[in-house]
């Protein structure tokens, strides 16, 4: 894989178990790392498609593609950070022949992205 291609900087997100400050356990992102990706689409341009309704309001999700070194670490209960911007991801697709790049299948717009 090309490093030119790599031109953005992403971090991976994990959830943990915490404590809210009166003692309640609670669900948090922590950072897991920072690494360099090509944020690919199939048209260059962010996959939109609506939803049905959650709350009585109709939302609309944008799939994005981060492709980043092989990483077989990261799972589709990670998210990503970029751009200030979370994307839940989806599915994980490994280069299992040349272990070369790890796809993460994103959407934004969502519960948690």
Known sequence: MQAGNLNR???IQKRVQGQSPSGQPIDEWQDVTKVWAWV???S???VARQTGESGGVA???NSYSFRVRFR???TDDMRIVYGGL???IQQVR???AGHIWTDLVTE???SEG
Do not use: C, N, R
């Open 9 to 11: 900087k992403i971090t």
């Open 40 to 42: 690919k689409t199939q």
């Open 44 to 46: 260059g341009m962010a």
């Open 59 to 61: 939302m609309s999700l």
């Open 72 to 74: 077989p670490d990261i």
């Open 86 to 88: 979370y994307f839940d």
């Open 94 to 96: 490994h280069d299992l």
């Open 108 to 110: 934004q717009g969502g």
